[in-house]
Each structure stands twice: as structure tokens, then as C-alpha cells.
């Protein structure tokens, strides 16, 4: 395979450190630099507690774009700046592998017809684990027969956004074959606030951040007289890598923004 030159923006969090590593053990993999909200003009190796590589550390993505000319920008910063991200990438002919999560419809529609103005690809997946995919592409089969569906996602207490990426898109996947409902009781009231979950098309969603999770989920359906849970568990951020390495090759044949991982692992 060709040599894919990378830049990755978040080097230093928990997932910018795995990525680091999956380019030094994957043979074709070319770190040429990293994105970084500080040490502008330093090399990798002078960052404290970061790894012995000659590779320069840019805060500037546009200069970082011009001067290193990379393939694929895979961003593991934060919902805010992965969306600022991508769009700098689209106008530098850069092709992105979004691991960030937070993208409207609306703005998705509009960066899939700016990707294919460019005629370039674009990935965004709210989640890189294979196992997590299967549980949506297995959730959203069981919704057609079990149409009464409650999401529980739990995360570590670190992550910023709720719900998080996955139980949205989870909710979108099952969205797609079955009618929006409201469930329960038709009185039900909460009388705390949020005791119910979020609401998307009659579907809750709960979210739990607790120190010690990494991130999981369980779809729960309910019918007469049985229920059904369908679960996933990542227990380290080890368990992402796969999905990025085959992202990044996959992106480079792409030319439309693909959101989702379901649509690659068909
Ligand atoms: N898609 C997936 O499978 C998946 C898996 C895990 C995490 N995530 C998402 O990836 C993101 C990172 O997760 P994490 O656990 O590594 O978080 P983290 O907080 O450990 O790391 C985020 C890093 O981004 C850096 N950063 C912030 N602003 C920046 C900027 N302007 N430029 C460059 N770097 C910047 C921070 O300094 C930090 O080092 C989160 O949005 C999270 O929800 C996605
Ligand atoms: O650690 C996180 O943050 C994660 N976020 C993704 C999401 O929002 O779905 C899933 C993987 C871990």
C-alpha cells in the first residue's frame, strides 16, 4: 500500500496518544505532524510525557495544512474544534477522519456537498469500535419487531458532551425503520427533572458519567412478556484503533462525506 502521510490534532488526550501509537506500528502510517491548542514550533519529543518522535507540533491547522501537504487529518480534539477542523481540512484538500461527535444534520448535509464540490472524502464516526457498530447495525434490526427501545450510554466522567455520539446515532439508526412513538404510561409525569431520559421520537436516552467507564452501551427493547439488550463495552481506547486505521484508508477513495461507520463495514 502507499505511503499515507497524517496529521492528527489532540496528540496529547487519551485517543491522539493511541492514534500516535497506530502510526508508528502501521507500516504505510506517515505522521508528518500533530495539532495541538499549545508547544507551537516544538517537536513532538520536547512535550512532556509524549513520545521520542522528530515531528513538529503546529496550534495553526491552516499552516500546518500548507507546510506539511498530509493525506488525512484525523481529529480527536473536542465536539467544538473537530467541527472547525473538518471544514479546514475541506478547504485545503484535506481528507478528514472525525472521531468528534456534535454535527447537526443540517451541518453534516452541508460538509457532505462541500466534500463533493471538492471531490474529496470525509469520515465522521461517532464511534471507531467494530463491536459498537454491530451493536447499532443489530439495535437497529430489532427495533423492527421490538419497537419499544430505551438507550443507556455510560462514559467515563471526563467526556463533555451528552448524549454522547453514539446513543444519537444509535436513536437516528432505529429512527430510520421504526414510527416515533411515545413510550410508557400515556400520564406518566417526572417528577424530577430528567428522570425520563432525553427524548428523541419517543425514545429515551440516559446518560451516566462515571469515573472508571470508558464507554459502553445497552439498547433495551421491551415486549409482552420478554425484553431484549443488546450490549457493547470498549474497555480501552485501544479498541478504537482498528476502526481509525480503516477509516483513513478508506477516506482516500471517498469522494463524499460518509457519517458512520455502518456505511464502510457492510
Ligand atoms: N469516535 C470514537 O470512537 C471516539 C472514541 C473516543 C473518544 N471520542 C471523542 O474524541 C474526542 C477526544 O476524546 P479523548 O478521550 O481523547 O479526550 P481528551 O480530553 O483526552 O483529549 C482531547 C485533546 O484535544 C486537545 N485539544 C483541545 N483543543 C484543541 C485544539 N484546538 N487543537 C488541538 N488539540 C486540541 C486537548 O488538549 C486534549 O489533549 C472527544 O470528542 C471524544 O468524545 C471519539
Ligand atoms: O470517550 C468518548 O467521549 C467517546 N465518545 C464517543 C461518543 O460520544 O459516542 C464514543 C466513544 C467514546
Given at each position: 500500500?502507499?505511503e499515507?502521510?497524517?496529521?492528527?490534532a489532540?496528540?496529547?488526550?487519551?485517543?491522539?496518544?493511541?492514534?500516535v501509537?497506530?502510526?508508528?506500528?502501521?507500516?504505510?502510517?506517515?505522521?508528518?505532524?500533530?495539532?495541538?491548542?499549545?508547544h507551537?514550533?516544538?517537536?513532538?519529543?520536547?512535550?512532556?510525557?509524549?513520545?521520542?518522535?522528530?515531528?513538529?507540533v503546529?496550534?495553526?491547522i491552516?499552516?500546518?495544512?500548507?507546510?506539511?501537504?498530509?493525506?488525512?487529518?484525523?481529529?480527536?480534539?473536542?465536539?467544538?474544534?473537530?467541527?472547525?477542523?473538518?471544514?479546514?481540512?475541506?478547504?485545503?484538500?484535506?481528507?478528514?477522519?472525525?472521531?468528534?461527535?456534535?454535527?447537526?444534520?443540517?451541518?453534516?448535509d452541508?460538509?457532505?456537498?462541500?466534500?463533493?464540490?471538492?471531490?474529496?472524502?470525509?469520515?465522521?464516526?461517532?464511534?471507531?469500535?467494530?463491536?459498537?457498530?454491530?451493536?447499532?447495525k443489530?439495535?437497529?434490526?430489532?427495533?423492527?419487531?421490538?419497537?419499544?427501545v430505551?438507550?443507556?450510554?455510560?462514559?467515563?466522567d471526563?467526556?463533555?458532551?451528552?448524549?454522547?455520539?453514539?446513543?444519537?446515532?444509535?436513536?437516528q439508526?432505529?429512527?430510520?425503520v421504526?414510527?416515533?412513538?411515545?413510550?410508557?404510561?400515556?400520564?406518566?409525569?417526572?417528577?424530577?427533572?430528567?428522570?425520563r431520559?432525553?427524548?428523541?421520537?419517543?425514545?429515551r436516552?440516559?446518560?451516566?458519567?462515571?469515573?472508571?467507564?470508558?464507554a459502553?452501551?445497552?439498547?433495551?427493547?421491551?415486549?409482552?412478556?420478554q425484553?431484549?439488550t443488546?450490549?457493547?463495552?470498549?474497555?480501552?481506547?485501544?479498541?478504537?484503533?482498528?476502526?481509525?486505521?480503516?477509516?483513513?484508508?478508506?477516506?482516500?477513495?471517498?469522494?463524499?462525506?460518509?457519517?458512520?461507520?455502518?456505511?464502510?463495514?457492510?
Amino acid at each position: 500500500m502507499n505511503e499515507i502521510k497524517l496529521v492528527i490534532a489532540g496528540p496529547r488526550g487519551n485517543m491522539g496518544r493511541e492514534a500516535v501509537t497506530l502510526t508508528q506500528e502501521t507500516e504505510h502510517f506517515s505522521l508528518v505532524a500533530v495539532i495541538d491548542s499549545k508547544h507551537d514550533g516544538k517537536w513532538l519529543s520536547e512535550v512532556d510525557g509524549m513520545p521520542e518522535l522528530d515531528i513538529p507540533v503546529y496550534t495553526d491547522i491552516k499552516q500546518c495544512f500548507t507546510e506539511q501537504k498530509p493525506d488525512v487529518l484525523i481529529d480527536l480534539t473536542s465536539p467544538e474544534i473537530g467541527k472547525i477542523h473538518l471544514e479546514a481540512a475541506l478547504d485545503h484538500g484535506v481528507r478528514p477522519v472525525i472521531g468528534t461527535t456534535g454535527f447537526t444534520q443540517e451541518e453534516i448535509d452541508r460538509l457532505r456537498t462541500k466534500a463533493e464540490d471538492k471531490g474529496i472524502g470525509a469520515i465522521i464516526a461517532p464511534n471507531f469500535a467494530i463491536g459498537a457498530i454491530l451493536m447499532m447495525k443489530f439495535a437497529q434490526t430489532a427495533a423492527r419487531y421490538m419497537p419499544d427501545v430505551e438507550i443507556l450510554e455510560m462514559h467515563h466522567d471526563r467526556k463533555l458532551d451528552a448524549p454522547s455520539g453514539t446513543a444519537h446515532k444509535t436513536a437516528q439508526l432505529i429512527s430510520e425503520v421504526r414510527e416515533a412513538k411515545k413510550q410508557g404510561h400515556e400520564n406518566e409525569t417526572e417528577d424530577l427533572q430528567g428522570a425520563r431520559g432525553a427524548d428523541m421520537e419517543g425514545m429515551r436516552i440516559h446518560s451516566i458519567r462515571l469515573p472508571g467507564l470508558v464507554a459502553h452501551q445497552e439498547v433495551i427493547f421491551g415486549g409482552p412478556g420478554q425484553t431484549l439488550t443488546i450490549r457493547h463495552d470498549s474497555i480501552n481506547r485501544a479498541s478504537f484503533m482498528p476502526g481509525v486505521r480503516l477509516s483513513v484508508e478508506t477516506v482516500l477513495s471517498l469522494d463524499t462525506l460518509v457519517y458512520g461507520l455502518e456505511h464502510i463495514i457492510e
